[in-house]
């Protein structure tokens, strides 16, 4: 093998966990490959997920005028008919434009591109199949990156039409705006795009087989959150198992184990997701996956083979572009030993929901589990100027803190620019701060952050109550 195909290492996918894990090994002089089966680079974050799926929310939010109705009255439309085509030729071109971004960077920084599927030759050797050419490349790599992501899980006997039985990938090539819809799994992304629907005016059914949707996040938030959905005709059928879904010339008729029959113009799935390795033929480099195809690593994401690391959605939780993109960046700097600390466990968890929701740190049912004594402090949006300007009347901000020493365990946030403002108190838990720095900062007026130094005086009250008593 010449010296042209022989790299220090090889990604094998372009998504945010490769393309990080690329750019950050060639900052470091190295030469680096990646190999990319789709014609897009970007992965699902730039092509069919992240940016496609919150590109269309906003053309949402905005073409409905959803955001503007408590000041305008609810008959408020920025357009009356909406249409597929208006929806996603905001999409696709963002999309164009990310994946140019992602183009550029990794040509920027020499990072050569293979187009075609990559697998396992030996535990050295990649080889790429290019269908399109009908070539096969081998290259050869010191250190492997897998970033190869996931696809929706199809449940067998469900037939995807790709008109009314839709996926999350299907669903940006949607052919009609359906006026009903079922949505199986109350996950992140089922709970995004029943949103979405919903402001689109769709009756919209959510069907979940657990208990209660969103487990992982504060009890009093999904509450909201599933308030306000009732509110936009969403209902919810929790404990709820589908066994059909029949496809008919005017729709769809969705049967649920308990015998309901939930009539729906679309249906569409968000049932979770699987692991891309199988292509991968992973036994020739010593590797194996899970039965959900997914490839265990440790805390440098390295797997079992000391030069190959996994990093994103191939490796489980929790499976977000943010992490991907940290994970990339840090298994290679651990491949070619440059200095590196592992993932903060501090890492926000933000669903774009409509309204939206953002947290991190501990809820209040962790806290009562690990017996921490704290407090809440609480600011509602409709008591701040900038909450009135916005219209926004029903977003809140909680802060749990230390009643020990005033550290600020978690922050929890519904409304308006949620996923933008978890990250002040991001910034104070991260540098160990108590909620005294959030009492004591001036904040700029009128602005949504105040809800912090407002959540922060409702604590410290409440506090000093606790503190006079004793
Ligand atoms: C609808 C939806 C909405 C989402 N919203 C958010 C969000 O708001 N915020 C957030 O942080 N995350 C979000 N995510 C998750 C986010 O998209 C993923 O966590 C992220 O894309 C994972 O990155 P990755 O690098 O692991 O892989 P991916 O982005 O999945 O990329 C993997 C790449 O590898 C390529 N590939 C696969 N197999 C091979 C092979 N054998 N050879 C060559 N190439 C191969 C694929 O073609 C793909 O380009 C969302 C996901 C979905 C589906």
Same mark, same amino acid.
């Given at each position: 093998?010449?010296?042209f195909?022989?790299?220090d290492?090889?990604?094998?996918?372009?998504g945010?966990?490769?393309?990080? !894990?690329?750019?950050?090994? @060639?900052?470091?002089?190295?030469?680096?490959?990646?190999?990319?089966?789709?014609t897009?680079?970007?992965?699902?974050?730039?092509?069919t997920?992240?940016?496609?799926?919150?590109?269309?929310?906003?053309?949402?939010?905005?073409?409905t005028?959803?955001?503007?109705?408590?000041?305008?009255?609810?008959?408020?439309?920025?357009?009356a008919?909406?249409?597929?085509?208006?929806?996603?030729?905001?999409?696709?071109?963002?999309?164009?434009?990310?994946?140019?971004?992602?183009?550029?960077?990794?040509?920027?920084?020499?990072?050569?591109?293979?187009? %075609?599927?990559?697998?396992?030759?030996?535990?050295?050797?990649?080889a790429?199949?290019?269908? !399109?050419? %009908?070539?096969?490349i081998?290259?050869e790599?010191?250190?492997?990156?897998?970033?190869?992501?996931?696809?929706?899980?199809?449940?067998?006997?469900?037939?995807?039409?790709?008109?009314?039985? #839709?996926?999350?990938?299907?669903?940006?090539?949607?052919?009609?705006?359906?006026?009903?819809?079922?949505?199986?799994?109350?996950g992140?992304?089922?709970?995004e795009?029943?949103?979405?629907f919903a402001?689109?005016?769709?009756?919209?059914?959510?069907?979940?087989?657990?208990p209660?949707?969103?487990d $992982?996040?504060d009890?009093?938030v999904?509450?909201?959150?599933?308030?306000?959905l009732?509110?936009?005709?969403?209902? $919810?059928?929790?404990?709820?198992?589908?066994t059909?879904v029949?496809?008919?010339?005017r729709?769809?008729?969705?049967?649920?184990?308990?015998?309901?029959?939930?009539?729906?113009?679309?249906?569409?799935y968000?049932?979770?997701?699987?692991?891309?390795?199988?292509?991968?033929?992973?036994?020739?480099?010593g590797?194996?996956?899970?039965?959900?195809n997914?490839?265990?690593?440790?805390?440098?994401?390295?797997?079992?083979?000391d030069?190959?690391y996994?990093?994103?959605d191939v490796?489980?939780?929790?499976?977000?572009?943010?992490?991907?993109?940290?994970?990339?960046?840090?298994?290679?700097?651990?491949? $070619?030993?440059?200095?590196t600390?592992?993932?903060?466990? #501090?890492q926000?968890?933000?669903?774009?929901?409509?309204?939206?929701?953002?947290?991190?740190?501990a809820?209040?049912?962790?806290?009562?589990?690990?017996?921490?004594?704290?407090?809440v402090?609480?600011s509602?949006?409709?008591?701040?100027?900038?909450?009135?300007?916005?219209?926004?009347?029903?977003?809140?901000?909680?802060?749990?803190?230390?009643?020990?020493?005033?550290?600020? #365990?978690?922050?929890?946030i519904?409304?308006?620019s949620?996923?933008?403002?978890?990250h002040?108190?991001?910034?104070?838990?991260?540098?160990?701060?108590?909620?005294?720095?959030?009492?004591?900062?001036?904040?700029n007026?009128?602005?949504?952050?105040?809800?912090?130094?407002? !959540?922060?005086?409702?604590?410290?009250?409440?506090?000093? @109550?606790?503190?006079?008593?004793?």
């Amino acid at each position: 093998m010449g010296e042209f195909n022989r790299y220090d290492l090889v990604v094998i996918g372009s998504g945010p966990g490769g393309q990080k !894990a690329a750019i950050a090994a @060639a900052k470091l002089g190295k030469r680096v490959a990646v190999v990319e089966r789709g014609t897009q680079l970007g992965g699902v974050c730039v092509n069919t997920g992240t940016i496609p799926s919150k590109t269309l929310r906003e053309a949402v939010l905005y073409l409905t005028g959803m955001n503007q109705r408590e000041l305008y009255g609810a008959s408020y439309r920025v357009k009356a008919d909406i249409t597929p085509a208006d929806l996603l030729a905001r999409t696709h071109h963002v999309i164009t434009r990310e994946n140019e971004v992602v183009r550029s960077q990794l040509l920027r920084n020499r990072v050569d591109t293979f187009v %075609g599927m990559g697998s396992f030759i030996d535990p050295y050797t990649i080889a790429v199949d290019d269908p !399109a050419h %009908g070539e096969r490349i081998t290259i050869e790599a010191n250190k492997i990156v897998i970033a190869v992501g996931t696809s929706p899980r199809r449940p067998s006997g469900v037939e995807f039409d790709g008109y009314r039985v #839709l996926d999350s990938d299907s669903i940006l090539d949607l052919k009609f705006i359906p006026t009903s819809m079922v949505v199986v799994g109350a996950g992140v992304i089922g709970i995004e795009y029943a949103s979405m629907f919903a402001a689109l005016g769709a009756k919209v059914t959510v069907i979940e087989k657990r208990p209660t949707m969103l487990d $992982f996040c504060d009890r009093e938030v999904v509450e909201a959150l599933m308030y306000h959905l009732r509110d936009q005709a969403v209902t $919810f059928r929790f404990g709820e198992e589908v066994t059909e879904v029949a496809v008919g010339q005017r729709g769809t008729v969705t049967t649920l184990e308990s015998g309901k029959r939930i009539p729906a113009e679309a249906v569409m799935y968000s049932a979770g997701r699987v692991g891309l390795t199988e292509p991968l033929n992973l036994e020739a480099a010593g590797l194996e996956a899970d039965a959900r195809n997914r490839i265990f690593v440790d805390d440098n994401y390295q797997t079992k083979v000391d030069h190959i690391y996994a990093v994103g959605d191939v490796i489980g939780f929790p499976a977000l572009a943010a992490t991907s993109m940290d994970q990339g960046r840090i298994a290679a700097y651990h491949a $070619f030993g440059e200095p590196t600390s592992t993932l903060t466990s #501090l890492q926000p968890i933000g669903i774009y929901s409509i309204p939206e929701v953002s947290y991190v740190g501990a809820t209040e049912a962790d806290l009562t589990k690990d017996a921490i004594p704290y407090e809440v402090g609480v600011s509602r949006y409709r008591e701040l100027a900038r909450g009135q300007l916005a219209g926004d009347s029903s977003g809140v901000l909680k802060l749990l803190v230390s009643t020990d020493d005033l550290k600020v #365990l978690g922050v929890h946030i519904f409304g308006t620019s949620a996923t933008e403002l978890v990250h002040i108190g991001q910034a104070v838990m991260g540098c160990g701060g108590t909620v005294e720095y959030l009492v004591d900062a001036v904040f700029n007026y009128p602005t949504m952050s105040e809800a912090y130094k407002v !959540a922060a005086l409702d604590v410290m009250n409440k506090i000093r @109550a606790l503190r006079n008593f004793e």
